[in-house]
């Protein structure tokens, strides 16, 4: 008899010595604070942020693709994949987060 398991997703771990953002529904980790480009975003559920680079999310192939926590599979925000209008080209390729799913972890006071 074959026993068939889920294998657990690999998980990415920022460094303890800096200021990180964590999934609040399972605390792994998203963004590094260094990584943080801009505070005035919202978001479907509120405010949210916008940061150059995140770990642990998956996310779909569209023009603006929905990020998930690799970890939980949580809906997290958004990708923009790409921008249409010259004045929104420096979006591409980032991330938005919104508040509503992260907390903050390591360092904050």
């Known amino acids: 008899m074959v026993k068939m398991t889920r294998s657990k997703t690999f998980q990415a771990y920022l460094p303890s010595c800096h200021r990180t953002y964590s999934c609040i529904h399972c605390r792994a980790h998203l963004a590094n ?23 642990n999310v998956g996310c779909g192939l569209h023009a603006v693709a929905d990020i998930y926590c690799e970890n939980c599979k949580t809906t997290l925000g958004w990708k923009y994949e790409h921008a249409f209008e010259s ?23």
């Open 33 to 55: 604070h260094d990584e943080l480009i801009s505070k005035s975003f919202q978001g479907s559920q509120g405010r949210a942020y916008l940061f150059n680079s995140v770990v």
């Open 87 to 109: 004045s929104q080209k420096y979006k591409e390729g980032k991330y938005i987060i919104e508040l509503a799913h992260m907390i903050k972890d390591n360092g904050w006071d």
